[in-house]
Protein backbone atom coordinates (compact mmCIF):
# COMPACT_ATOMS: atom_id res chain seq x y z
CA UNK A 1 0.00 0.00 0.00
CA UNK A 2 1.39 3.52 -0.87
CA UNK A 3 2.46 5.15 2.39
CA UNK A 4 1.65 8.54 1.45
CA UNK A 5 -2.46 6.85 1.22
CA UNK A 6 -1.82 5.05 4.29
CA UNK A 7 -0.63 8.21 6.20
CA UNK A 8 -3.65 10.32 4.56
CA UNK A 9 -6.19 7.49 6.28
CA UNK A 10 -4.65 7.61 9.42
CA UNK A 11 -5.31 11.20 9.40
CA UNK A 12 -9.28 11.05 8.21
CA UNK A 13 -9.67 8.17 10.91
CA UNK A 14 -8.10 10.22 13.41
CA UNK A 15 -10.14 13.29 12.32
CA UNK A 16 -13.22 11.42 12.49
CA UNK A 17 -12.74 9.58 15.72
CA UNK A 18 -10.98 12.20 17.49
CA UNK A 19 -14.21 14.64 16.77
CA UNK A 20 -16.29 12.12 17.71
CA UNK A 21 -14.28 11.76 20.63
CA UNK A 22 -14.89 15.30 21.66
CA UNK A 23 -18.14 15.37 20.95
CA UNK A 24 -19.16 15.38 24.86
CA UNK A 25 -17.60 18.88 25.13
CA UNK A 26 -19.54 20.38 22.22
CA UNK A 27 -23.13 18.75 23.51
CA UNK A 28 -22.48 19.73 27.11
CA UNK A 29 -22.73 23.54 25.87
CA UNK A 30 -26.31 22.67 24.78
CA UNK A 31 -26.97 21.06 28.23
CA UNK A 32 -29.71 23.68 28.72
CA UNK A 33 -31.55 22.47 25.61
CA UNK A 34 -33.67 19.25 25.86
CA UNK A 35 -31.88 16.17 24.18
CA UNK A 36 -35.13 15.69 22.20
CA UNK A 37 -35.00 19.22 21.33
CA UNK A 38 -30.81 19.34 19.54
CA UNK A 39 -31.68 15.86 18.39
CA UNK A 40 -34.23 17.79 15.92
CA UNK A 41 -32.10 20.16 15.62
CA UNK A 42 -29.20 18.25 14.68
CA UNK A 43 -31.32 15.92 12.48
CA UNK A 44 -32.68 18.84 10.72
CA UNK A 45 -29.27 20.84 9.71
CA UNK A 46 -27.57 17.72 8.81
CA UNK A 47 -30.13 16.38 6.24
CA UNK A 48 -29.34 20.27 5.35
CA UNK A 49 -26.22 20.00 5.49
CA UNK A 50 -25.48 16.93 3.31
CA UNK A 51 -28.01 18.04 0.82
CA UNK A 52 -25.79 20.76 -0.06
CA UNK A 53 -22.99 18.36 -0.29
CA UNK A 54 -24.76 15.93 -2.75
CA UNK A 55 -25.52 19.06 -4.39
CA UNK A 56 -22.10 20.36 -4.81
CA UNK A 57 -21.01 16.97 -5.29
CA UNK A 58 -23.66 15.87 -7.79
CA UNK A 59 -24.70 12.86 -6.49
CA UNK A 60 -28.15 12.94 -6.36
CA UNK A 61 -28.57 10.43 -8.75
CA UNK A 62 -27.46 7.83 -6.12
CA UNK A 63 -30.33 8.81 -4.05
CA UNK A 64 -32.29 8.03 -6.05
CA UNK A 65 -31.10 4.83 -6.92
CA UNK A 66 -31.99 3.99 -3.46
CA UNK A 67 -35.82 5.09 -3.98
CA UNK A 68 -36.36 2.48 -6.27
CA UNK A 69 -36.30 0.11 -3.91
CA UNK A 70 -38.48 -0.45 -1.33
CA UNK A 71 -36.22 -2.77 0.89
CA UNK A 72 -33.33 -0.63 0.76
CA UNK A 73 -35.46 2.82 1.90
CA UNK A 74 -37.05 -0.42 4.90
CA UNK A 75 -33.96 -1.11 5.85
CA UNK A 76 -32.57 2.76 6.00
CA UNK A 77 -35.63 3.70 8.15
CA UNK A 78 -34.02 0.82 10.61
CA UNK A 79 -30.85 2.54 10.93
CA UNK A 80 -32.46 6.07 11.14
CA UNK A 81 -34.15 4.90 13.94
CA UNK A 82 -31.29 2.86 15.63
CA UNK A 83 -29.12 5.77 14.93
CA UNK A 84 -31.22 8.30 16.35
CA UNK A 85 -32.41 6.24 19.85
CA UNK A 86 -28.11 6.21 20.07
CA UNK A 87 -27.82 10.24 19.53
CA UNK A 88 -30.83 10.89 21.98
CA UNK A 89 -29.69 8.49 24.59
CA UNK A 90 -25.98 9.96 24.06
CA UNK A 91 -27.58 13.55 24.18
CA UNK A 92 -29.48 12.41 27.37
CA UNK A 93 -25.87 11.09 28.97
CA UNK A 94 -23.91 14.17 28.20
CA UNK A 95 -26.84 16.72 29.69
CA UNK A 96 -27.27 14.07 33.01
CA UNK A 97 -23.35 14.14 33.98
CA UNK A 98 -23.31 9.92 32.52
CA UNK A 99 -20.11 10.32 30.15
CA UNK A 100 -18.63 7.30 31.51
CA UNK A 101 -21.14 5.42 31.06
CA UNK A 102 -21.72 6.30 27.79
CA UNK A 103 -18.27 5.64 27.23
CA UNK A 104 -18.46 2.21 28.32
CA UNK A 105 -21.10 1.39 26.22
CA UNK A 106 -18.76 2.42 22.90
CA UNK A 107 -16.16 0.05 24.29
CA UNK A 108 -18.66 -2.45 24.73
CA UNK A 109 -19.52 -2.04 21.00
CA UNK A 110 -16.84 -4.10 19.15
CA UNK A 111 -18.20 -7.10 21.43
CA UNK A 112 -21.75 -6.87 20.65
CA UNK A 113 -20.57 -6.83 17.14
CA UNK A 114 -18.87 -10.49 17.97
CA UNK A 115 -22.34 -11.62 19.65
CA UNK A 116 -23.99 -9.76 16.64
CA UNK A 117 -21.96 -12.25 14.33
CA UNK A 118 -22.42 -14.73 16.48
CA UNK A 119 -26.32 -14.69 16.65
CA UNK A 120 -27.27 -13.12 12.77
CA UNK A 121 -24.86 -13.89 10.49
CA UNK A 122 -24.06 -17.16 11.90
CA UNK A 123 -20.34 -16.39 12.38
CA UNK A 124 -17.61 -18.69 13.97
CA UNK A 125 -16.22 -17.44 16.81
CA UNK A 126 -12.67 -18.29 17.75
CA UNK A 127 -11.13 -19.31 21.10
CA UNK A 128 -10.03 -15.52 21.72
CA UNK A 129 -13.70 -14.12 20.37
CA UNK A 130 -15.33 -16.69 23.14
CA UNK A 131 -12.84 -15.35 25.88
CA UNK A 132 -13.60 -11.53 24.78
CA UNK A 133 -17.22 -12.09 25.15
CA UNK A 134 -16.94 -13.88 28.46
CA UNK A 135 -14.77 -10.40 29.79
CA UNK A 136 -17.38 -8.57 28.35
CA UNK A 137 -20.38 -10.49 30.08
CA UNK A 138 -18.15 -10.56 33.46
CA UNK A 139 -17.98 -6.44 33.11
CA UNK A 140 -21.71 -6.28 33.06
CA UNK A 141 -22.08 -9.06 35.88
CA UNK A 142 -19.90 -6.90 37.74
CA UNK A 143 -21.91 -3.72 37.38
CA UNK A 144 -25.11 -5.35 37.84
CA UNK A 145 -23.94 -6.64 41.08
CA UNK A 146 -22.28 -3.28 42.12
CA UNK A 147 -25.40 -1.03 41.31
CA UNK A 148 -28.33 -3.47 41.97
CA UNK A 149 -29.33 -3.35 38.15
CA UNK A 150 -28.34 -3.85 34.35
CA UNK A 151 -26.16 -0.85 32.62
CA UNK A 152 -29.31 0.16 30.92
CA UNK A 153 -27.50 3.21 29.30
CA UNK A 154 -24.05 1.90 27.97
CA UNK A 155 -26.26 -1.43 26.60
CA UNK A 156 -28.60 0.80 24.86
CA UNK A 157 -25.90 3.03 23.32
CA UNK A 158 -23.71 -0.64 22.55
CA UNK A 159 -26.63 -2.24 20.88
CA UNK A 160 -27.75 0.67 19.14
CA UNK A 161 -24.63 1.33 17.68
CA UNK A 162 -23.70 -2.03 17.26
CA UNK A 163 -27.05 -3.22 15.91
CA UNK A 164 -27.01 0.21 12.92
CA UNK A 165 -23.16 -0.81 11.78
CA UNK A 166 -24.95 -4.55 11.06
CA UNK A 167 -27.80 -3.13 8.88
CA UNK A 168 -25.53 -0.64 6.94
CA UNK A 169 -22.92 -2.96 6.18
CA UNK A 170 -25.86 -4.81 4.29
CA UNK A 171 -27.14 -2.11 2.59
CA UNK A 172 -25.05 -0.91 -0.48
CA UNK A 173 -25.57 2.82 0.20
CA UNK A 174 -22.51 5.24 0.16
CA UNK A 175 -21.91 6.92 3.61
CA UNK A 176 -23.34 10.22 2.46
CA UNK A 177 -26.32 9.69 0.74
CA UNK A 178 -26.94 7.04 3.62
CA UNK A 179 -26.78 10.11 6.52
CA UNK A 180 -29.03 11.95 4.20
CA UNK A 181 -31.57 9.72 3.83
CA UNK A 182 -31.51 8.26 7.48
CA UNK A 183 -31.91 12.59 8.78
CA UNK A 184 -34.71 12.68 6.25
CA UNK A 185 -36.86 9.44 7.65
CA UNK A 186 -36.52 11.17 11.01
CA UNK A 187 -37.70 14.50 10.27
CA UNK A 188 -41.31 12.92 10.68
CA UNK A 189 -41.23 12.34 13.79
CA UNK A 190 -39.01 15.74 15.16
CA UNK A 191 -41.67 17.74 12.80
CA UNK A 192 -44.26 15.34 15.13
CA UNK A 193 -42.42 16.34 18.61
CA UNK A 194 -42.58 20.09 17.40
CA UNK A 195 -46.21 19.88 16.72
CA UNK A 196 -47.14 18.71 20.30
CA UNK A 197 -44.57 21.13 21.80
CA UNK A 198 -46.70 23.51 19.71
CA UNK A 199 -49.65 22.23 21.55
CA UNK A 200 -47.99 22.61 25.24
CA UNK A 201 -46.85 26.39 24.43
CA UNK A 202 -43.55 25.46 24.37
CA UNK A 203 -41.44 25.87 20.83
CA UNK A 204 -38.34 24.90 19.64
CA UNK A 205 -35.18 25.30 16.72
CA UNK A 206 -34.86 29.13 16.13
CA UNK A 207 -37.74 29.90 18.38
CA UNK A 208 -37.09 30.68 22.30
CA UNK A 209 -32.53 30.20 21.86
CA UNK A 210 -30.34 32.94 22.14
CA UNK A 211 -28.03 33.45 19.24
CA UNK A 212 -25.03 31.04 20.54
CA UNK A 213 -27.60 28.84 21.39
CA UNK A 214 -28.82 28.53 18.03
CA UNK A 215 -25.40 28.59 16.07
CA UNK A 216 -24.44 25.91 18.54
CA UNK A 217 -27.48 23.94 17.06
CA UNK A 218 -26.89 24.88 13.67
CA UNK A 219 -23.10 23.44 13.47
CA UNK A 220 -24.35 20.73 15.16
CA UNK A 221 -25.42 19.18 12.28
CA UNK A 222 -22.68 19.86 10.40
CA UNK A 223 -20.23 18.33 12.81
CA UNK A 224 -22.98 14.98 12.32
CA UNK A 225 -21.72 14.75 9.07
CA UNK A 226 -18.14 15.96 8.77
CA UNK A 227 -16.88 12.97 11.19
CA UNK A 228 -18.62 10.60 8.77
CA UNK A 229 -17.23 11.83 5.79
CA UNK A 230 -13.59 11.72 7.35
CA UNK A 231 -14.28 8.13 8.72
CA UNK A 232 -15.14 7.12 4.68
CA UNK A 233 -12.00 8.74 3.47
CA UNK A 234 -9.95 6.75 6.39
CA UNK A 235 -12.19 3.32 5.41
CA UNK A 236 -11.13 3.88 1.89
CA UNK A 237 -7.05 4.26 2.33
CA UNK A 238 -7.03 1.87 5.47
CA UNK A 239 -7.00 -1.97 6.01
CA UNK A 240 -10.11 -3.19 8.23
CA UNK A 241 -7.20 -4.12 11.00
CA UNK A 242 -6.00 -0.44 11.33
CA UNK A 243 -9.40 1.16 11.34
CA UNK A 244 -10.41 -1.10 14.40
CA UNK A 245 -7.48 0.04 16.02
CA UNK A 246 -8.21 3.68 15.73
CA UNK A 247 -12.17 3.37 17.09
CA UNK A 248 -10.99 3.43 20.14
CA UNK A 249 -9.97 6.19 20.32
CA UNK A 250 -13.84 7.78 20.82
CA UNK A 251 -14.25 6.02 23.90
CA UNK A 252 -11.18 6.97 25.53
CA UNK A 253 -11.57 10.51 24.83
CA UNK A 254 -14.81 10.39 26.06
CA UNK A 255 -13.88 8.22 29.48
CA UNK A 256 -10.69 10.91 29.65
CA UNK A 257 -13.09 13.77 29.14
CA UNK A 258 -15.82 12.67 31.77
CA UNK A 259 -13.11 11.94 34.49
CA UNK A 260 -10.54 14.96 33.91
CA UNK A 261 -12.67 17.69 32.25
CA UNK A 262 -16.05 16.83 33.67
CA UNK A 263 -14.92 15.22 37.08
CA UNK A 264 -17.63 12.48 37.26
CA UNK A 265 -16.96 10.27 39.92
CA UNK A 266 -15.23 6.77 39.22
CA UNK A 267 -16.31 3.77 41.36
CA UNK A 268 -13.89 1.17 42.30
CA UNK A 269 -16.17 -1.63 40.97
CA UNK A 270 -16.90 0.84 37.75
CA UNK A 271 -13.25 0.92 37.64
CA UNK A 272 -13.30 -3.16 37.51
CA UNK A 273 -15.77 -3.30 34.97
CA UNK A 274 -13.62 -1.10 32.36
CA UNK A 275 -10.85 -2.93 33.41
CA UNK A 276 -12.96 -6.35 32.28
CA UNK A 277 -13.99 -4.59 29.06
CA UNK A 278 -10.27 -3.47 27.98
CA UNK A 279 -9.10 -6.67 28.67
CA UNK A 280 -11.73 -8.06 26.47
CA UNK A 281 -11.06 -5.55 23.77
CA UNK A 282 -7.19 -6.68 24.05
CA UNK A 283 -8.08 -9.81 23.11
CA UNK A 284 -10.18 -9.51 20.73
CA UNK A 285 -7.67 -7.07 18.59
CA UNK A 286 -5.11 -9.66 18.99
CA UNK A 287 -7.57 -12.25 17.49
CA UNK A 288 -8.42 -9.63 14.84
CA UNK A 289 -5.05 -8.58 14.22
CA UNK A 290 -4.38 -12.20 13.68
CA UNK A 291 -6.93 -12.93 11.06
CA UNK A 292 -6.63 -10.15 9.09
CA UNK A 293 -1.99 -11.61 8.63
CA UNK A 294 -3.91 -14.52 7.83
CA UNK A 295 -5.77 -13.27 4.86
CA UNK A 296 -3.22 -10.74 4.04
Known amino acids: ?36 DVLSNRAAWACLFVGLLLSLRRQWHKVAVVF ?18 NWL ?3 WAVANQQ ?4 SLGYFLTPLVNV ?38 LSLILAGTFGTYGLVRKRLPVDAVSGLWLETLAMLPVCGLYAWWQS ?25 TALPL ?6 TQRLDLATVGMLMYINPTLQFVTAIWLFGEPMRV ?11 GLLVFSWSAWGKYRQLA
Open 1 to 36: MNTSRQLAGVGFGLLAYGMWGFFPLFFRQLAHVSPM
Open 68 to 85: GSWRQLLMLVIAASLIGT
Open 89 to 91: VFL
Open 99 to 102: VVAS
Open 115 to 152: VLGLVVLKERLNRLEWLSVALALAAIANEVFAIGSLPW
Open 199 to 223: QNGQAMWFAGHDLTTTALLVAAGAL
Open 229 to 234: LAFAAA
Open 269 to 279: AQLLSFGLIWL
